[in-house]
């Protein structure tokens, strides 16, 4: 059982530049989360899905897009990258919204 | 947005030493979650409490939910070094239109063996 798998684990990029971070779950929940996290300011939650075809704004979520097409996947989109989105991602998961979340091991992206 | 303040934001203790840890919030919660992150990795849950007043407990790791619903304790027992690490406490809410799970801004925990 693989859990929560995220791609790639680093990812260097220039300022403008666009990028999906991957996220997959093999455990069939049906919520799913993207985080940032900084120093000092803790995990932000960006976007989340309770279901496929349904997603919404988390309480940083500009510069950021995702979608959830399946159950399995809930990419997440920079469409141009700025140094400010330079941070350490998760995704996260849960049977429903109101039980814990498992989290994956983080990509960790610099962007210059 | 709803905020959690979580104290003390570091610690450094003697292996063997019991360790406490609280978050607070302004806010009511229907749920409290508490994660350790190691260095590279995510967070793991640690326990998850669902009801006001409720105590809980994973080995050395006791958890409990105010009964105001506003706070949280996390305390851990007789400490080892692979205890180091980032504590965070999180709340959830359910309710309506709101599924959000907010994070504590964590406590680094570091133990001297």
């Known amino acids: 059982n693989a859990g929560v798998t995220q791609t790639p684990k680093f990812q260097v990029l220039k300022t403008g530049q666009s990028m999906t971070l991957q996220c997959a779950q093999d455990?069939?929940?049906?919520?799913m989360s993207w985080y940032r996290q900084d120093p000092g300011m803790g995990l932000r939650l960006i976007h989340y899905s309770v279901g496929a075809g349904i997603t919404d704004q988390g309480e940083v979520p500009n510069g950021y897009n995702v979608s959830r097409s399946t159950t399995e996947d809930f990419p997440l989109r920079l469409l141009s990258a700025a140094p400010s989105q330079t941070s350490v991602y998760f995704c996260?998961?849960?049977?429903?919204?109101?039980?814990?979340?498992?989290f994956g091991d983080g990509t960790r992206l610099s962007i210059l | 947005g709803q905020q959690l303040n979580q104290s003390p934001q570091s610690m450094f203790i003697q292996e063997g030493e019991d360790v406490s840890m609280n978050c607070t919030s302004s806010s009511i919660f229907n749920t409290w979650l508490w994660y350790k992150q190691d260095p590279g990795e995510g967070p793991v849950l640690l326990i998850a409490l669902y009801k006001a007043g409720e105590l809980t407990s994973n080995g050395r790791l006791t958890a409990q939910f105010g009964i105001t619903r506003k706070d949280s304790f996390l305390n851990i027992s007789a400490s080892i070094p692979s205890d180091v690490g980032i504590y965070f406490c999180a709340g959830l809410n359910s309710g309506g239109s709101n599924y959000k799970l907010t994070f504590g801004k964590g406590t680094l925990l570091t133990v001297n063996p």
């Open positions: 996260a998961s849960s049977y429903y919204i109101h039980q814990p979340q498992h």
């Open positions: 455990m069939n929940h049906e919520y």
